[in-house]
T-cell receptor
């Protein structure tokens, strides 16, 4: 089991550019979560999918953020246009049932 | 608004010491509470607590939940340098609509000095 796989590991981009973060959940896990971690706010839930359907996107900070899950093995989180305040570590997590979240290694995003 | 407070924010102790990390919460639709350990990368799962007063143990780590007073503690005995990490507590919530959420505290940064 390769675990939850995120790419890229690090991303440095200029303000105004589009950023796409990718996640491959563990096979068989039917729920996928995107979190953002900063020093000030800790880990915050952005959005989660159940069986590829977005269930709760109330944590998405604004319209510049969007997430998709076109199939059970792939999800993207897109920021367009990016801003310096988006700099954070973005984690993807998946789980098979009511508990037991498994996190990916995260993408460290720096917007300059 | 859901609130999770962990204390202390930071703790530095010597190897061999025992530490107690605290987590208090004020949330709606509580189902259980999870503890995670975060070293350099992803948080890794430690415990899930659903019932009050039942201690969960894993080696030198143990945890207990008090659903009446809305808090949980994580104890680590005979600490080792490998215990240095950020420890996160996260109430697991399910709304009446079935929406679920794992709401994290900002964590306790534990540093063990050899």
């Amino acid at each position: 089991d390769a675990g939850v796989i995120q790419s890229p590991r690090h991303e440095v981009t200029e303000m105004g550019q589009e950023v796409t973060l990718r996640c491959k959940p563990i096979s068989g896990h039917n729920s996928l979560f995107w979190y953002r971690q900063t020093m000030m706010r800790g880990l915050e839930l952005l959005i989660y999918f159940n069986n590829n359907v977005p269930i709760d996107d109330s944590g998405m900070p604004e319209d510049r953020f969007s997430a998709k899950m076109p199939n059970a093995s792939f999800s993207t989180l897109k920021i367009q246009p990016s801003e310096p305040r988006d700099s954070a570590v973005y984690f993807c997590a998946s789980r098979p049932g009511p508990a037991g979240y498994t996190f990916g290694s995260g993408t460290r995003l720096t917007v300059v | 608004e859901d609130k999770v407070v962990q204390s202390p924010l930071s703790l530095v102790v010597h190897e061999g010491d025992t530490v107690t990390l605290n987590c208090s919460y004020e949330v709606t639709n509580f189902r259980s509470l999870l503890w995670y350990k975060q070293e350099k990368k992803a948080p890794t799962f430690l415990f899930m607590l659903t019932s009050s007063g039942i201690e969960k143990k894993s080696g030198r780590l143990s945890s207990i939940l008090d659903k009446k007073e809305l808090f949980s503690i994580l104890n680590i005995t005979a600490t080792q340098t490998g215990d240095s990490a950020i420890y996160l507590c996260a109430p697991y919530l399910i709304s009446n609509f079935g929406n679920e959420k794992l709401t994290f505290g900002t964590g306790t940064r534990l540093t063990i000095i050899p």
